[in-house]
């Protein structure tokens, strides 16, 4: 079921919220110009298993509000994002699951929130450090880089020529198949919200980059990373960085699989992720 938020400082929040009858609620938490729906095939599966679901879209995208302030970007707000809808739903058993953006907040929530801690962790094509040259967003070139800042930046360029669509399904059959990167971007998330979260990323991961790399050291709580064989935009040597951080740390690498796994190869994730927090809702 949809519902809206307002979150800590006025930011109104969309989110999809299903309670079942397990004792675990899986935590779905999208990349950046994305939506919650990138995890729609994920969380039909688990609801059929009994889990309660839970899969905001973050501030900026999708559904929820897209704050005009450059600093309401920062990975923190993200993370209280969360903190107030958990808070909210009453939930305190829970696994946050986070693909690339998502796996930097779930990373991000951990630091912030000790007592509220989730009971176990997966990073889906994720990273602890920034992965993009500052004039090099997705990896592209330089000049893409400054064409997109500068759509981002200029209102009448933006709403006259790249309008977006709203709460876009990328779930969709037709969204398997290779698309143009700067299309798909341009089509599902305002360029402005896009390029306002990953210099905020950056930014904050260049400042806190010994508190993140600390606090992945000392995570007391099951980790599992998944990583795409192919994956140009987070290559799998992320996920074996955070490994050698946390020592206990899983790691799945799925084979031939690109960026985007959630939606080009959902039941082999499921499996992977079923197996993972299968294990630790038998003990309770």
Known sequence: MGKYLTSFDGTRLYYTYHKGKKPLTLVFLHGVGANWTVWRKEIDYFRRRGYSTLAPDFRGHGKSDMPEDFQ???????????????????????????????????????????????SSLVLVESTATYPF???????????????????????????????????????HPSLKEKV??????????PLRSIVRTLDNVEKYVFNNKEQIDAMLRHLNIPTLLVAGEFDRIIP?????????????????????????????????????????????????
């Open 236 to 284: 799998p040597k992320y996920s074996k960085k955070i490994q050698q951080l946390d020592k206990k740390a899983e790691f799945q690498i799925i084979k031939g699989a690109h960026h985007r796994i959630i939606i080009n190869h959902p039941e082999r994730v499921c499996q992977i992720i079923e197996e993972f927090v299968g294990r630790r809702v038998a003990k309770v």
């Open 133 to 171: 040259a500052h004039d090099r967003l997705f990896n592209l070139n330089p000049f893409v880089t400054h064409f997109l800042r500068f759509i981002a930046r200029h209102d009448s360029t933006r709403k006259q020529n790249f309008f977006h669509f709203g709460d876009v399904d990328l779930s």
């Open 180 to 189: 143009n990167l700067i299309s798909h971007l341009m089509h599902l998330t």
């Open 72 to 118: 309401r970007y920062r990975p923190p707000h993200f993370s209280k994002d969360i903190h107030e809808i958990l808070q909210e739903e009453k939930i305190t058993h829970f696994a946050l699951i986070g693909h690339s953006l998502g796996g930097a907040i779930a990373i991000n929530y951990c630091m912030l929130f000790k007592d509220c801690s989730p």
